[in-house]
């Protein structure tokens, strides 16, 4: 497994090129399947859970093809409607393959996503959202299988905002007979991307940004070309990273009206922040202010984007409480930010951090993917070495950040296993 070895303590200034949306992506690779037409797609960005997704497509006996950040996905015919364990595991993203097969194949099997390191995180929604569409679903060894002879459109309340639910039952409708309504729709700029995707396919949704989703099935969607949007929690790190080194950096693609509540945060821990040119100017002059944060579905603070402003808090001068209320157990950085020093204490939601103005390298392991780009800016903050082992959690959403960062006047170094 490779590591990283950070030298902490310079400066970050340059230009740093934002990549496409992982979060976009990966449903846009789903919607494929809902025509037998190609679908391009450009900016793709470079990251693990895209292989994956191409894998588990490729597993079906669908086309694609990569070159660089354009994709090319044809879903002629389909050889299998099975979504593998040894998929489905190492991506929970994954199920959202089931409303697109669904839909084209009448048919889907995907092995259950089972718990991961930010919570148990069902996927309840998504089945009673399928039901409800008239999909006949069974638990069968490990494995979801849903039916749906024909889905009929309906109306389906959320009990909570879930986005990739969203995203999977907007999918499936797309397709259905007659009208389907998504009240407390997920409002995240990558649902609204799917959804403008598929009326790019032909499909026929609106109300996409606002809590209720109109979607009225259409017999057929075609191909189409899509350059999948700036990746906001990519960016909203690097803004982070050019307070934490007291750098400035301006942030090329990144999307100002994505980030508000990101932005708003970091002015009032001490960032300057503004759109220039094609871009995002961040940079700090005075000290870094502790500020309070609680995570909330969009267009609240993201949870995405929790950890790496708890590290951020650590090197301010003061206490600050950050609440997650997304996710059950979305803390898992908290015992490694301590071992480089930090001072926190989780209460319940809460993480209460007394920042201390600094923090010491030292050896930490990266546990999810939000939680290790978190240590990332940690080690890029503090005395000293930093040295992160596990971090292909990071290599799964975060597009060469080494070398990105390395760009920018980073010292950090990925030591091959
Ligand atoms: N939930 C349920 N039942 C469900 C679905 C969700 O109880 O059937 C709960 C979850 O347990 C959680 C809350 O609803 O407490 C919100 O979860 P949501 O379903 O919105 O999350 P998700 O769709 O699984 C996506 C992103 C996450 C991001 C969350 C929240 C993708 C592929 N993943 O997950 O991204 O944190 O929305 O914004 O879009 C990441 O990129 O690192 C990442 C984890």
Known sequence: MDKMIIRGGARLIGEVQIGGAKNAALPLFMAALLTRDPIRLRNVPALRDINTVEKLLRNMGIRVERKGAEALVQAESLDTIEAPYDLVRTMRASILVLGPLLARAHEAKVSLPGGCAIGTRPINLH????????????????????????????????????VTGTENLMMAAALAEGTTVIENAAREPEVVEVGNFINRMGGRISGLGTKTLVI??????????????????????????????????LLRGARAEHLTAVIDKLREAGMEIHQENGGIRCLITGPIKSVDAKTLPYPGFPTDVQAQLMAMMCFANGLSVISETVFENRFMHVSELKRMGADIQVEGHSAIVRGLGELSGAPVMATDLRASASLVLAGLAANGTTEISRIYHLDRGYERMEEKLRAVGADIQRVKA
């Open 127 to 162: 089945l009673d959202g399928f039901q409800a569409l008239g999909a006949e679903i069974e638990l069968e060894h490990g494995y979801i299988h849903a039916r749906a002879e024909k889905l009929v459109g309906t109306t389906i309340d959320l009990p909570l905002p879930t």
């Open 216 to 249: 009225e099935g259409v017999g057929a969607l075609h191909g189409t070309e899509y350059t999948i949007m700036p990746d906001r929690v990519e960016a909203a790190t690097y803004m982070v990273a050019a307070g934490m080194t007291r750098g400035n950096l």
